[in-house]
Antibody, heavy 119, light 107 residues
Framework: QVQLVQSGAEVRKPGASVKISCKAS????????IHWVRQAPGERPVWMGW????????KYSQNFQGRVTISRDRSATTAYMELNSLKSADTAVYYC????????????WGQGTLLTVSS | DIQMTQSPSSVSASVGDSVTLTCRAS??????VAWYQQKPGKAPKLLIY???ILQTGVPSRFSGTGSGTDFTFTISSVQPEDFATYYC?????????FGQGTRLDIK
């Protein structure tokens, strides 16, 4: 069965960086795009960017441009999201999600990783 | 960016009631809409994609319609496990914006 398993909760100080992983299994990793989405407490999910697992192409939201880097390791079937210059406003749950091949919905999601940014 | 305006922000219902949510896109997006259910502390769960296609394993009491700019999501007979928050999402183009969400509460 398709699974996306994310790394555990993180705590960082303002100005630091964090890298969250998303391990995929149960499907052919190279055949799909992986998205990253974050959700602050009580807020709607916010799209951050995506990576084509086969080609490594990326696309980022303008809201995070310059601060976010999405990468993947095909041999490890793992995607990564790195966020730099952290602020308290980056405190949120971060999710990876797989995109359906034709109709683009986010059909499988990771369990989420809580990032807390606090001095 | 294509914005999604979702309403209502909250709705109260009893078990067995029918509930309808709406989403309006800021420009025409054909059928590029998905609907998700989210329970506290959990990831969103896909219910409907391409505006009206039921995801495998999702009960048939959930349905979606619409095309262009106006979309609806209906639960025909609310069950106890349906009390959650629901989001629409446009997948026409990035950024893939989500609606504000509708919280479904027990009346």
């Amino acid at each position: 069965q398709v699974q996306l398993v994310q790394s555990g909760a993180e705590v960082r100080k303002p100005g630091a960086s964090v890298k969250i992983s998303c391990k995929a299994s149960g499907y052919t990793f190279n055949d799909y795009i992986i998205h990253w989405v974050r959700q602050a407490p009580g807020e709607r999910p916010v799209w951050m960017g995506w990576i084509d697992a086969a080609k490594g192409n990326t696309k980022y939201s303008q809201n995070f441009q310059g601060r976010v880097t999405i990468s993947r390791d095909r041999s490890a079937t793992t995607a990564y999201m790195e966020l730099n210059s952290l602020k308290s406003a980056d405190t949120a749950v971060y999710y990876c999600a797989r995109e359906g091949t034709v109709t683009r919905e986010f059909d499988y999601w990771g369990q989420g990783t809580l990032l807390t940014v606090s001095s | 960016d294509i914005q999604m305006t979702q309403s209502p922000s909250s709705v109260s219902a009893s078990v067995g009631d029918s509930v309808t949510l709406t989403c309006r896109a800021s420009q025409a997006i054909s059928s590029w809409v998905a609907w998700y259910q989210q329970k506290p502390g959990k990831a969103p769960k896909l219910l409907i994609y391409a505006a009206s296609i039921l995801q495998t394993g999702v009960p048939s009491r959930f349905s979606g319609t619409g095309s262009g700019t106006d979309f609806t999501f209906t639960i025909s007979s609310v069950q106890p496990e349906d009390f959650a928050t629901y989001y629409c999402q446009q997948v026409h183009s990035v950024p893939n914006i989500f609606g504000q969400g509708t919280r479904l509460d027990i009346k």
